[in-house]
């Protein structure tokens, strides 16, 4: 049986893995045939590894012809992933999307990559990434724009543009991703895949190249909500070694899936500042809201206008923090960086101690606010962005970058898990996002719901007409 990457999905081609429909090498080989047919077009990646990739494939094989009943400790075995070309990988250069670390191999692999390695994952190599994940588009000037499988004139939001690309265009079954301001989130929304950002602490970023120290999470992007509960359970877990790692439970992501949505008590973001979004937004929120209530859901609509603030601290501390980590190679090759980019990083550098003390008060309020405001409310529900994937051509990205993070970067600030998954597309075509956002640790509700949404609608089966075409 060929594996069939429209319709696949790391849930069922686990299934289809241990009964022997398909071994993980054909798998993985038609992996790689999508990436070599799909990528030059749409450059998901900076570098692809199909040797170890075959390597790591045959050994799943050999392994499942081992062991086929005891397989619950390598929960990933045979699956095919990508990586953010941020995460360290022991033998593989790391580039940042950079210049500074275009030969940089590092010696060991970043804890979430141990763990994926560790659960049986095939790594299909490294993706692209908007430069040391500081940009919200994917336009690279060292490595090249990522382009958005929907249509190559539009980019696919960043920064983990190159992770969304590829799971979107079926190169890959999962990807790992970093999110300091919606950089899983935003691109999820504009790729019409799901994207997860845990709980800040609940997954490691020891090895991930920092963008902000207060702010990172590492995280998920896949086909379906149920793919990323799957992958949360090998990633989620304290790290003694991560100064940022919580030591707290962790659930049983899978058991609670199938949870009911009824009687929960849904806040709809409303009021001037998600209003402001694109028309078609509005609509599929309010779509939204209403497949919610027909879960059995109460769902209220709140004002959110309050959270301007949050973005504009969130950015504050970002550049501020980029501008810390890279000042000596801000202060010894500025010319390295790519023009938006050093920008940000000059911006940052800028600041004062009083307004990165201000941006940090901004935070300390905003997380009593909404520890106050999920005693009342279970969930809140969203838009991901405000508006679908401008194109890549003339400044037209670089303007919407601002846009983009307005309803995101409030939850890295607040550190809130939040999950963006497929909710309608525009009229002509592109793809939106649903975000749905919970209390702290709060990751199995919002993927019980986002689960719930997903079986009560087809967005999630939609797939790109390039896609299919190349496939077909």
Known sequence: MEPDLITLTLYTALQALRRGDFSSLELTQACLRQVESLD??????????????????????????LQPSNLNDLALLGIPVALKDLFETQGVRTTAG???????????DADAVRRVKLAGAVILGKTNTHEFALG??????????VKNPWDLSRITGGSSSGSAAA????MCLAALGSDTGGSIRIPASLCGVVGLKPTFGRVST?????????LDHVGILTCTVRDSAILLQVLAGFDPHDAASADMPVDDYLARLEGRVAGMHIAQGMGEYIEGSD?????????A?????????????????WISELALANTRMTQADAAAFHRERLGSNPDWFGTDVRQRLEAGAA???TEYSLARQVQSEARRRFEMFFTKYDLLILPTTPISAPEIAGNVAIEAARQLTRFTSPFNLTGLPALSLPSGFTSNGLPLGLQIVSKHWGEAQILQAGHAFEQATEWHLHRPALVRLRTG
């Open 40 to 65: 030059p077009s749409i450059n998901a990646f900076i570098t692809p590894t199909p040797e170890l990739a075959v390597q790591a494939a045959m050994q799943a094989d050999a392994l499942h012809s």
């Open 98 to 108: 950079s210049r500074f670390f275009a030969d940089d191999i590092p010696s060991e």
């Open 136 to 145: 919200a588009t994917g336009v690279n000037p060292h490595y090249g724009a």
């Open 167 to 170: 799971v979107a265009s079926g």
């Open 206 to 214: 020891r090895g991930v190249v920092p963008l902000s120290w207060n």
């Open 279 to 287: 028309p078609d937004v509005l609509s599929t929120l309010e779509t």
């Open 289 to 305: 809201g209403q497949v919610c209530k027909d879960l059995g859901a109460q769902v209220e609509k709140v004002d959110l206008s």
């Open 351 to 353: 600041l004062t101690s």
